[in-house]
């Protein structure tokens, strides 16, 4: 009886222990099936059609294929295309054979044709990216044989610099027969020519299903599975408790010793990475539509502290949308000098303690500290400032709509100075992606020839000239670059980050 009382006892206090400290049942991270990849919030749509934030993107490039991608080291790959050439303003993408939908139906030449129809379409956020092709023509590199692999022709107006790094990855593969019949419901039934399907999606999580029929990429794991946690500290914990398989760029930098302290247990990768950190104006706003209240604003600005202490100095300070390692990035560019006592003096000139202006954020918890700090900033310069934090849908389509006076936001994945074109044509203000209406005709000569020089250096020294004038007129108030951070938990394997920051290294781990 003493023995029976014993093993009872200690099963009670093993039960104990186990919900203290959740050892009574496995983590999710060490199902050997499942990677589980830690993300801070759900994406707006997965629909690559609609798809213009960071998650969206990243997480549809893995359900969909494009001809070409760009890889972790920058340069550009071939995705479903096998090979390509350039001749006489035509590109020719071969595409690999075998390629198939997720429901088995094979790629067809209407498919292809569909999938540029739907990007050049006016209502497309993307088409005044493609706005260089002419025509797009699809045909059997075997005209007599069905069966060859299809070639993709795609005829120029005028030579694109920027088409295979920055239009072409984004332009994805997508299912004809199938979108005209579920029409809006595809959005929740997606389905592409990529590794992974769609197996469910929520608030809290996106599960990705691997498919082995692929003809080329094939996961070693059965699913992907994408934890929204909202929450910075929680996040992090349940990295550190291991529920959490790989945390790219999702970890407070305040925390990320606590990772680099178990060698044993986590892989910290600190690489170079391609956003930048900034805050947007509203330049349809009265006030900020001066730019001697820019200025202020700017030198009202301590960088280096914010680096220092609140970035734990994983940042460096910002001039312009691309990042030092850019071969077209502008080093001479300076901000203009921390100068708190001139921005008073500016803000009481022009008489902005009168006017409250506001300063929006998401709620994300690091981008809310973040904010916290510039708001202290400029009020302690003589800024009547309100800080504002909202849930990451409602800030963005406050953004989206023009709905703000100052913003802070990040670009992220930025590789080929037309995103300056994107960012800042006037062609581009609201719905189009130039959020702060930024107007300047001149430069937008500039940025209209930019996408026809062929030559390198002559293209480099053009965008030289394009970043002076936009910094100059202090159209965004730059403020960082980020240092990327992964951390990557010791039971995956074969993880290389990618620089753009997107997800399709996943693609190619293993798990213990």
């Known amino acids: 009886m003493r023995r029976i009382a014993k ?26 099936n499942s990677l589980i990849v830690a993300i801070g919030a759900e994406p707006n749509t997965l629909d690559p059609r609609f798809a213009t934030d960071a998650y969206g993107m990243r997480i549809s490039a893995l359900l969909f294929s494009s001809l070409v991608r760009i890889d972790s080291d920058l340069k550009v790959v071939g995705d479903a295309a096998e090979s390509w050439s350039f001749k006489d303003l035509v590109y020719s993408f071969q595409l690999r054979p075998g390629l198939t939908f997720a429901n088995g139906r094979p790629l067809k030449k209407e498919d292809i044709l569909f999938s540029f ?6 209502s497309s956020p993307f088409a005044s990216s493609l706005e260089a092709i002419e025509k797009v023509r699809v045909d059997h590199l075997n005209s007599e044989d069905p069966s060859s692999p299809l070639v993709v022709h795609i005829h120029l107006k005028e030579f694109s610099a920027k088409l295979l790094t920055a239009d072409l ?5 997508l299912p004809r027969a199938e979108i005209l019949k579920e029409g809006s419901q595809f959005s929740r039934q997606l389905m592409g020519t990529g590794p992974f399907v769609l197996d469910r999606q929520s608030s809290n999580e996106i599960v990705l299903r691997s498919r082995q029929d692929h003809p080329y990429l094939n996961p070693s794991y059965e699913r992907l599975v994408f934890k929204i946690i909202r929450d910075d500290f929680t996040r992090f914990q349940r990295t550190l408790k291991g529920e959490v398989d790989i945390a790219q760029a999702e970890i407070p930098l305040a925390r990320v010793n606590d990772f680099v ?16 950190s900034y805050i947007l104006v509203n330049l349809r706003d009265p006030l900020l539509g001066k730019a001697e209240v820019r200025k202020a604003i700017a030198q009202a600005l301590n960088r280096g502290e914010i680096i220092q202490y609140r970035l734990e100095g994983l940042a460096s300070e910002a001039t312009s949308l691309l990042t030092p390692g850019n071969p077209f990035f502008a080093s001479e560019l300076r901000n203009p000098p921390f100068n708190p006592s001139q921005a008073r003096e500016a803000f009481e000139r022009l008489g902005l303690q009168s006017h409250e202006l506001t300063l929006k954020t998401s709620n994300n918890q690091a981008a ?8 202290q900033q400029l009020t302690e310069a003589g800024l009547n400032l309100r800080l504002q934090s909202f849930e990451w849908g409602t800030f963005y389509g406050d953004v989206v709509k023009g709905q703000f006076q100052l913003a802070l936001m990040r670009w992220v994945g930025v590789l080929d100075p037309d995103i300056y074109r ?9 719905p189009g992606r130039n959020r702060g209406s930024y107007e300047n005709p001149k430069l937008d000569q500039l940025l209209e020839k930019g996408l026809s020089i062929e030559d390198l250096e002559q293209r480099i020294s053009h965008y030289y000239k394009v ?3 936009v910094h100059e007129d202090l159209a965004i108030i730059p403020l960082w670059y980020d240092q990327q951070v992964a951390v990557v938990n010791r039971r995956v394997q074969n993880f290389k980050p990618a620089q753009t920051g997107d997800y399709f290294p996943f693609v190619f781990v293993s798990k213990n």
């Open 7 to 32: 093993s009872f006892q200690s099963l009670v206090l093993g039960l104990v222990l186990g919900l203290m400290f959740g050892a009574c049942t496995p983590r999710e991270g060490q199902d050997p």
């Open 117 to 122: 129809e739907q990007y050049r379409a006016p």
């Open 169 to 173: 990855p984004v332009v994805r593969l």
């Open 261 to 276: 302290q178990r060698p044993e247990r986590f892989e910290v990768h600190k690489y170079p990475g391609l956003s930048m």
């Open 368 to 375: 809310v500290g973040n904010a916290r700090v510039l708001a």
């Open 422 to 430: 994107l960012a800042f044509h006037s062609s581009e203000r609201p």
């Open 467 to 469: 970043q002076r004038i």
